[in-house]
């Protein structure tokens, strides 16, 4: 039994190296590589990045990876939200240092790319729960009202940041790209499932 929890321990945190190192490693060796410059790349590979970081959020707030306690999840998902806000600051700085005029389209809403928009919708909504992360306690905002807040602002950054992804012909292979965020998909929708189920029967449990 201990031998079947060590294994299924590493079995997770495994596939979730794979899930997020696969796209990265394939999309370092694009030959599209050759022709970009490095503040371009770094700027592309801290997308990529921030797309990890935001399968590993529901999988930390929902208690899915083994060897972390609730508090120490909490605590993960915390500091993984800052790191995806640093990571997207990346990702815009590099692409305003290398066309300052297409970042000025995406910002405003002008650009003709498709994916534009919901890069830009996915980055505001990142800074916004980001920015009511610290001020939370400033702010006095209760842990419902917060919720309340938080939900519609992650299930925002997911959904627009996987379409923004998907939509980029780029230096990502497509089928890593479309798995991964297919794994990000999920894991949100199973986190959000599981824990109004959990409230429901904490509500359930006091009313009676």
């Known amino acids: 039994m201990k031998a079947w929890r060590s294994a299924r321990v590493h079995l997770i945190w495994a596939a979730l190296a794979l899930a997020i190192g696969v796209p990265?490693?394939?999309?370092?060796?694009?030959?599209?590589?050759?022709?970009?410059g490095p503040v371009y790349i770094l700027a592309g590979f801290a997308g990529i990045v921030a797309l990890g970081l935001v399968l590993?959020?529901?999988?930390?707030?929902?208690?899915?990876?083994?060897?972390?306690?609730?508090?120490?999840?909490?605590?993960?998902?915390?500091w993984i939200g800052g790191a995806l806000a640093f990571a997207v600051v990346i990702h815009v700085a590099g692409l305003w240092?290398?066309?300052?005029?297409?970042?000025?389209?995406?910002?405003?809403?002008?650009?003709?790319?498709?994916?534009s928009p919901f890069g830009v919708i996915a980055m505001w909504a990142i800074f916004a729960v980001a920015l009511l992360a610290l001020l939370r306690r400033r702010l006095g905002l209760r842990l419902r009202t917060w919720r309340i807040v938080h939900l519609p602002l992650a299930?925002?950054?997911?959904?627009s940041g996987v379409v923004h992804c998907l939509l980029i012909e780029g230096t990502m292979e497509t089928i890593s790209?479309?798995?991964?965020?297919?794994?990000?998909?999920?894991?949100?929708?199973?986190?959000?499932?599981?824990l109004r189920r959990k409230r429901a029967l904490r509500g359930e449990s006091i009313a009676r």
């Not at 299930?155 to 959904?159: D, E, K, L």
């Open 56 to 78: 590993v959020q529901p999988l930390l707030i929902g208690g899915y990876l083994p060897g972390l306690s609730a508090y120490r999840g909490r605590r993960a998902h915390h």
């Open 155 to 159: 299930i925002v950054i997911v959904a």
């Open 177 to 194: 790209k479309a798995t991964l965020c297919a794994f990000v998909l999920a894991a949100t929708a199973k986190a959000m499932i599981d």
């Open 97 to 115: 240092i290398t066309s300052p005029p297409d970042m000025i389209d995406a910002l405003t809403f002008a650009s003709p790319t498709p994916f």
């Open 24 to 36: 990265i490693a394939l999309a370092a060796a694009s030959e599209q590589l050759a022709w970009r």
